[in-house]
T-cell receptor, first 110, second 118 residues
Framework: QKEVEQNSGPLSVPEGAIASLNCTYS??????FFWYRQYSGKSPELIMS??SNGDKEDGRFTAQLNKASQYVSLLIRDSQPSDSATYLC??????????WGAGTKLIIKP | DTEVTQTPKHLVMGMTNKKSLKCEQH?????MYWYKQKAKKPPELMFV???????INESVPSRFSPECPNSSLLNLHLHALQPEDSALYLC?????????????????FGEGSRLTVL
């Protein structure tokens, strides 16, 4: 059973600090990696896509991919209370199925 | 403003009712999806339409019946549901789609329809 794993949290981070969210995946042939943010009671919103090893930055968000270690992370700099949400990692596997992690709940404390 | 619109936002129905969920996208996308999400769980894929043809049915019970009248519209017809079908039903679209099992990871979700089955 191919899996995408995330720590369910909650991960508590002080306002202004860096929040680091992690995701591991089991299918070494995975090609595409996504981070979604989901506020309580709302629908998921795509915030980052990453397709090759290394870092990808978009504003306060940085996605990091290490295919050798089968690891993808999301860094949120200068965390704000509005960043408090559940962050879902999703991975497109070698058979093109999209597999979701269970999500990490992030709490930013003022 | 969301470009994937779902109606209704909330629906309460009895086990003998027939109702429909509707989704409309104005993004020019050719793939549309229905997902089901239970509390504290990730979205669970139900159906994928690619170029208005059903390309994926994830072994969903026949009490759920999808329909894609055109490239912008997606319906989910509900009949004889069970209380355990209560969930948030999410419609999504993506820029590309093809036959087979491809599912885009770059999904644009509607706000969802929260369904309660009594």
């Amino acid at each position: 059973q191919k899996e995408v794993e995330q720590n369910s949290g909650p991960l508590s981070v002080p306002e202004g600090a860096i929040a680091s969210l992690n995701c591991t995946y089991s299918d070494r042939g995975s090609q595409s990696f996504f981070w979604y943010r989901q506020y309580s009671g709302k629908s998921p919103e795509l915030i980052m896509s990453i397709y090759s090893n290394g870092d990808k930055e978009d504003g306060r968000f940085t996605a990091q991919l290490n295919k050798a270690s089968q690891y993808v992370s999301l860094l949120i700099r200068d965390s704000q209370p509005s960043d408090s949400a559940t962050y879902l990692c999703a991975v497109t596997e070698s058979n093109y199925q999209l597999i979701w992690g269970a999500g990490t709940k992030l709490i930013i404390k003022p | 403003d969301t470009e994937v619109t779902q109606t209704p936002k909330h629906l309460v129905m009895g086990m003998t009712n027939k109702k429909s969920l509707k989704c409309e996208q104005h993004m020019g996308h050719r793939a549309m999806y229905w997902y089901k999400q239970k509390a504290k769980k990730p979205p669970e894929l139900m159906f994928v339409y690619s170029y208005e043809k059903l390309s994926i049915n994830e072994s969903v019970p026949s009490r759920f019946s999808p329909e894609c009248p055109n490239s912008s519209l997606l319906n989910l017809h509900l009949h004889a549901l069970q209380p355990e079908d209560s969930a948030l039903y999410l419609c999504a679209s993506s820029r590309w789609g093809s036959s087979g099992v491809q599912v885009s990871g770059e999904l644009f979700f509607g706000e969802g329809s929260r369904l309660t089955v009594l």
